[in-house]
């Protein structure tokens, strides 16, 4: 997959909050961490390319996790691609989450492809970026879908942290650049994996 030049721009909300974000064994760091944005398709002007391993092919109903251990078995199969990018820690300890867009892709595929942009979420207290990439810029249409399935998935995950009796907020924080993602991501030399500060 190639990066096709810059996508269409949209109105987007720059503000940001103060939140703790704290790491296995560490002191909290501050971290920013943006506002709610409830628009849809705020793209990059340039979006950078990223290198995806696919954990779970669009389709599937087996929720893994970026060591391939097996998470739940979900009631309904995954409408994307879902995977990582190798080398990057997101800000919950574990590798940054990213979705692909298109046809399904084999699982442990291997795709180098454009972020578009990213969506946030919030669950038990700690933020996390999910990229979503592909091959084209994606339309307002497409963007619009993948905001309102995490936000359903912020609403199940808050149902079910709740029924587990885990405290902290969950929720989606909408769309956001890639960019600011990939750098709120940190670059992990190999052999230095964390595993995420909770587990599902």
């Known amino acids: 997959m190639t990066h096709l030049g810059a996508p269409g721009t949209g109105p987007t909300r720059d503000k940001l909050t103060m939140l703790d974000q704290t790491d296995v064994g560490s002191a909290p760091v501050r971290t920013k961490i943006p506002e709610r944005a409830d628009v849809a398709c705020a793209r990059s002007l340039a979006a950078p390319l990223v290198e ?11 929720k893994r996790g970026s060591d ?3 998470d739940f078995i979900s009631p309904l199969p995954c409408p ?8 990057l820690l997101g800000l919950e300890g574990d590798l940054l989450d990213a979705v692909v ?15 578009h942009g990213a969506v946030g ?4 207290g700690l933020y996390d970026d999910k990229l979503i990439c ?15 399935f995490f936000r359903v998935y912020g609403w199940a ?5 709740l029924l587990r009796l885990h405290p902290g907020v969950t929720a989606s924080r909408g769309w956001g650049p890639a960019p600011a993602a990939l750098a709120r991501a940190r670059v992990v030399p190999p ?6 500060v909770i587990r599902f």
């Open 101 to 115: 867009l298109g046809p399904r892709l084999a699982r442990g595929s291997r795709v180098r492809v454009a972020a």
């Open 134 to 148: 592909a091959r084209e810029p994606p339309s307002a249409a497409q963007c619009a879908r993948v905001v309102r």
């Open 157 to 161: 995950k808050r149902l079910l942290n």
């Open 68 to 70: 391939g251990s097996l």
């Open 80 to 87: 994307y691609n879902y995977g990582s990018v190798p080398g």
């Open 52 to 62: 995806v391993v696919i954990e779970i092919p669009r389709g599937s109903f087996l």
């Open 121 to 124: 979420l919030m669950d038990r």
């Open 191 to 196: 052999g230095e994996r964390q595993g995420p």
